[in-house]
């Protein structure tokens, strides 16, 4: 089966963190954190930069290494690494995702709908908060 090796941005600010709707593909309309894939000889954070400039306009500066998803989906195996990071300014344009939102991780989020790869990324920061 593939694998398909990713990056997503658990985006910090205050004691929220920002999630975003998908607005394409087989998860349009479920939230997640954003990112994307890992470039051929592409560092992590590095892929991380630049796919949150491409879907947001984002700056970004990644803080640290959160938590590795290894997920099975029925077509392929996702690899995803996560890193907490922060903006370097308030700029941020959704060019590929229909709706974004800060969200405390402690609150009832039991009406988000997440890709299911990400329910496993809001879990573990529920419990190290």
């Known amino acids: ?24 593909g087989e998860f349009k309309g479920m939230y997640e954190f954003p990112g994307g894939k890992i470039e051929p000889g592409e560092e992590p954070k590095d892929a991380l930069k630049r796919e949150l400039y491409e879907e947001m306009q984002a700056h970004i500066e990644v803080d640290s290494f959160f938590y590795h998803v290894h997920y099975e989906y029925p077509d392929f195996i996702l690899e995803m690494d996560c890193f907490i990071c922060h903006l370097l300014d308030d700029h941020l344009v959704l060019l590929e995702h ?32």
Do not use: C, H
Not at 2 to 23: C, L, S, Y
Not at 98 to 116: C, S, T
């Open 1 to 24: 089966m593939k694998t398909i090796n990713v990056v997503a941005g658990i985006i910090k600010k205050d004691n929220k963190i920002f999630i975003a709707e998908r607005g394409y």
């Open 98 to 129: 229909l709706d974004g939102k800060w969200i405390d991780p402690q609150d009832d989020n039991e009406a988000i709908v997440w890709v299911p790869a990400d329910i496993e990324v809001i879990n573990e920061l529920k419990k190290r908060s």
